[in-house]
């Protein structure tokens, strides 16, 4: 173990010098004993009469050999003592004392010649008891062996914090000599930022005196300065036997496996929350630019910086991908970064249409259907992951360092492109976070494609829907009349929502609303039947009860389906409407100066139950009245109670609008929301004056 010459340090001040004496004499305890030539004892120190028994006055003047050695070792005593006094030569070693209470010590002596300015002789015995030097000495070799072998990096700073003795494996760890630390502050050593905190707590100790121990501090030194380490730090303050401080012992413990291993077990465990919170969170509903918007959300800030999902454009189209000629045609869907950065502006906005280069990362995983990983990027790397030259360069002003492109699939197909990159997160992507990357990706690309397919279906449902609803004319005899259908605003797919406008003889008109139970194209299908059933119907002029009775008996036909109705007939010549239920919501009649009410009617039961029991109801509609006429999904919610709802229905047609126009558009406008899970049919008939 290096350490720093006794003469490296500066002058220290007298006083201050005096004041702060070494504590190993002390421990020692050395004893001094100035004898005379002819073997009388002479002086007598306060650490003999300690080490030998005997006070300085029943010492001095005393043969040496008389009073301090037993007979049997007097003689080998003298002639020691004679060699010392005739040659002038040293004498160091143990040898047999007779302590005053009797019992025998051994001795360590270092007794040498004086000579005074007369040229008389004297002889000095510096002395210790041998078991407290036996035991300095091993606990000297335990430590000096445990230094310099030891795996452990070891050193001692002083006040100042600069080093004064290192071992070999901390000057390994450090990357520097063990000469070159001495005399040199921690900090020159360890320049990084890391160590700075380290520094703060070293002073922190030499002040109070409290220990820190196993402290983790991570960071890089010149021995490896591309790779992080971490050591586990214990600090002590050095003192001496009077109290007097030292500095620092600094005792250093490499971890970096340790640290490694947690840092694999805690990604893990990321990566595991991830995976779960993808399950969760990805897919939630089958709209396509939400769920790729879910997956985003999920993997930027925890594993990415910023991503792009694009998808073909053939398959939001067609439902499937389009080889076709030249470079493929994406849609963005989603764009996520992790903080306000001018990189967003290098990534296509989502909604628009863009086309990659043949060297671009989505056009290599379009092309071989497996990710691309670019764990570290140059200014060639950017020019081949951006748009442009300008795009490049905000990618490079951003701080963009490592990317992925992973080919989004599905049943086989692919159908887009996931892109990542990191700029602030200082770790490049590895294998593991491509490995997370692509399992979240095939997760999620099948529920995007869900979701497009879910969109095709449903727009051909709703195509078929709109094709089978009449394009009423505003006007009939005696009525003005408006009618709106809604399809569902959330995933639902399309039900089976219906209104009819059948003109009669005599000026009358028939007035329908319907909703089959069930969605998608075949509730669709079986609403056009009971549309093209009440047409027919109609045309043989029965009472509603009777039109009823009949769609019931065909609606059985149209198992498992069931559907509710509402059917009236307005005379425009008696003011006179006739009107009879299935299981429908009540209209609503709004008279000429009077609150809307809803019509009691005798309820029925759907069509489809079989039962047939339906009944017709009369009453006066007259010029000036109107009759709302809706389906369910204009006042029923998962939140709301339908009394309340009926309630609001009521409030809005009071006071009326001018015209049925409008007041369809303000119901719509009022009592629909966007995340609404049912469709709506909404008829009104505003009776005006015939002729």
């Not at 991908?321 to 990189?343: H, M, S």
Request: hydrophobic fraction near 40%.
């Amino acid at each position: 173990m290096s350490r720093a010459n006794q003469h490296s340090e500066p002058a220290a001040d007298p006083d201050e010098a005096a004041s702060g004496p070494s504590g190993l004499m002390d421990l020692l305890g050395v004893a001094a004993v100035l004898v005379e030539a002819d073997g009388r004892i002479d002086m007598w120190s306060p650490q003999a009469e300690e080490l030998f028994g005997y006070t300085g006055d029943e010492a001095a003047g005393q043969y040496a050999a008389t009073l301090l050695l037993h007979p049997e070792h007097r003689d080998a005593g003298i002639r020691l003592f004679a060699q010392l006094m005739v040659t002038g030569r040293g004498w160091a070693g143990a040898f047999p004392v007779r302590h005053k209470d009797g019992s025998t010590r051994i001795v360590e002596f270092r007794n040498m010649r004086l000579t005074d300015n007369l040229g008389d002789h004297y002889a000095l015995g510096l002395a210790t008891d041998r078991a407290t030097v036996r035991q300095v000495e091993r606990e000297v070799a335990l430590s000096s062996q445990l230094v310099t072998q030891a795996p452990i990096g070891l050193s001692v700073l002083d006040t100042q914090l600069r080093y004064v003795a290192v071992n070999g494996a901390l000057a390994s760890m450090h990357g520097v000599p063990e000469a070159d630390h001495l005399g040199r502050s921690f900090r020159e050593i360890l320049p990084g930022d890391p160590f700075s905190t380290t520094e703060n707590q070293m002073r922190e100790v030499l002040r109070t005196g409290l220990p820190l121990v196993d402290k983790q501090v991570v960071g890089r030194t010149r021995a490896d300065p591309d790779n992080d380490h971490a050591w586990a730090v214990s600090l002590y303050r050095l003192e001496d036997q009077s109290g007097h401080v030292l500095g620092i012992a600094n005792v250093v413990v490499d971890v970096t496996d340790r640290y490694e291993a947690a840092r694999q077990a805690d990604r893990a465990q990321q990566r595991l929350r991830m995976m779960a919170d993808g399950s969760a969170r990805i897919g939630t509903t089958l709209e396509v630019e939400r769920t790729a918007q879910e997956l985003a959300d999920v993997l930027v800030p925890d594993l990415a910086d910023m991503i792009a999902v694009d998808i073909l454009d053939s398959v939001l189209r067609t439902g499937r991908p389009d080889p076709g000629e030249g470079p493929a045609l994406f849609r963005a869907l989603a764009v996520k970064t992790a903080y306000t950065t001018d990189a967003s502006e290098a990534i296509i906005a989502p909604g628009h249409l863009t086309t990659y280069h043949a060297d671009h990362p989505a056009a290599h995983c379009l092309r071989t259907r497996k990710p691309l990983l670019l764990t570290h990027l140059d200014s060639g790397d950017l020019s081949r992951i951006a748009a442009d030259a300008a795009a490049a360069g905000l990618l490079a002003q951003a701080g963009v360092h490592s990317d992925m492109a992973v080919p989004l699939i599905a049943r086989g197909q692919i159908i887009g492109v996931m892109g990542l990159a990191r700029a602030r997160n200082p770790e490049p992507f590895d294998g593991d976070d491509l490995t997370l990357a692509c399992e979240l990706a095939s997760s999620a690309a099948l529920s995007i494609d869900n979701a497009i397919l879910h969109q095709h279906i449903r727009s051909a449902a709703e195509t078929l829907q709109r094709s089978l609803l009449p394009q009423p004319s505003p006007r009939r005899p005696g009525l003005q009349i408006a009618a709106r259908y809604r399809p569902a605003q959330a995933f639902s797919e399309v039900g089976g929502d219906w209104y009819d406008i059948i003109p009669l003889s005599d000026d009358r008109t028939a007035l329908a609303v319907g909703d089959v139970m069930g969605s998608g194209i075949p509730a669709a299908t079986a609403m056009g039947r009971l549309r093209t059933a009440t047409s027919t119907l109609a045309d043989l002029d029965l009472a509603p009860s009777r039109i009823l009775t009949h769609l019931d008996k065909i609606t059985e036909g149209l198992d498992p389906y069931l559907a509710t109705c509402l059917y009236a007939v307005y005379d425009p010549r008696h003011c006179r409407l006739q009107v009879a239920c299935a299981g429908h919501l009540p209209p609503v009649l709004v008279r000429a100066g009077r609150p809307p009410e809803l019509l009691d009617l005798p309820t029925g039961t759907p069509l489809g139950v079989g039962s047939g029991l339906f009944e017709t109801s009369a009453l006066a509609m007259n010029p000036g009245d109107q009759l709302v006429l809706y389906t369910d999904g204009l006042v029923e919610t998962r939140d709301d109670p339908i009394d309340q709802r009926l309630d609001d229905l009521l409030r809005l047609l009071s006071p009326p609008c001018r015209s049925a126009e409008e007041t369809c558009d303000r119901l719509l406008e009022q009592l629909r929301k966007p995340a609404d899970h049912d469709d709506v049919a909404l008829l009104i008939a505003h009776a005006q004056p015939l002729g």
